[in-house]
Each structure stands twice: as C-alpha cells, then as structure tokens.
C-alpha cells in the first residue's frame, strides 16, 4: 500500500509487515532548465507507524519554521500541535474500539 499526501510518501514495506518506508518531498532545481520542481527525496526505511507519523509532525514543523530560528518551547509547541492533527485523524478513521494505544 502507498500513501501520498503533498508532502511525503509512505509505503508499507509488505503486506504483511508492520513496518513503513517514508520519503518526503523535496525542491528540486533542474540544471538545465533552472526551474523547480518537487520530487521525491531520500527514503527513511523500516519504520514504525508511530514512528512514521512523528517524523511527519517533525517535518512539517521544520517546514514551517525553514527559514527562522525557533526556541525550544516554541519547537515543542509546534510539534505538539502537528501531531495532535496526526493522531486526531487517526483517532477519526478508526473504529471505536481500536486500541491506538494511548
């Protein structure tokens, strides 16, 4: 199974497997032509799902905050909230009685 959002990629490793690759996309300037384009960057291999999705919040906070310098609390406060969204929609998209653990 592959999941695509805009920002990133995520592929189980089998169908069988609990564990995830995870790409994030990247800008990319070509060379010949000097436009930008988005493509797939390095591939994060063998994660958990949780561990997935905090490396998701992670970034999406790095992105946010890519061209200033943030405070730790303000960092904290950010991932917080990325994740928060993360595990809203996972708590939506779930039965009832599934056990997410937390």
Same mark, same amino acid.
């Given at each position: 199974?592959?999941?695509? !959002?805009k920002d990133?990629i995520m592929?189980?490793v089998? #169908? !069988?497997? @609990?564990?995830? @690759?995870?790409?994030?996309?990247k800008? &990319?300037?070509k060379?010949?032509t000097?436009?930008y384009?988005?493509e #797939? ?8 799902l949780?561990s /997935?999705?905090?490396?998701? /919040?992670?970034?999406? &906070?790095a992105?946010?905050?890519?061209e200033e @310098?943030?405070?730790l609390?303000q960092?904290?406060?950010e991932?917080?909230? /990325?994740?928060k969204?993360?595990i809203k929609?996972?708590?939506?998209t779930? #039965? ?6 937390d």
């Open positions: 199974m592959k999941i695509v !959002e990133f592929q189980d089998d #169908p !069988e497997s @609990n564990f995830w @690759n995870l790409c994030f996309m800008r &990319v300037k060379r010949d000097g436009q384009s988005i #797939p960057g390095d591939i994060l291999y063998g994660l958990t949780s /997935a999705l905090e490396r998701i /919040a992670k970034h999406r &906070v992105k946010k905050y890519e @310098n943030v405070t609390r960092f904290l406060i991932y917080q909230k /990325a994740h969204e993360i929609l996972l708590r939506e779930l #039965p009832e009685n599934f056990d997410t653990g």
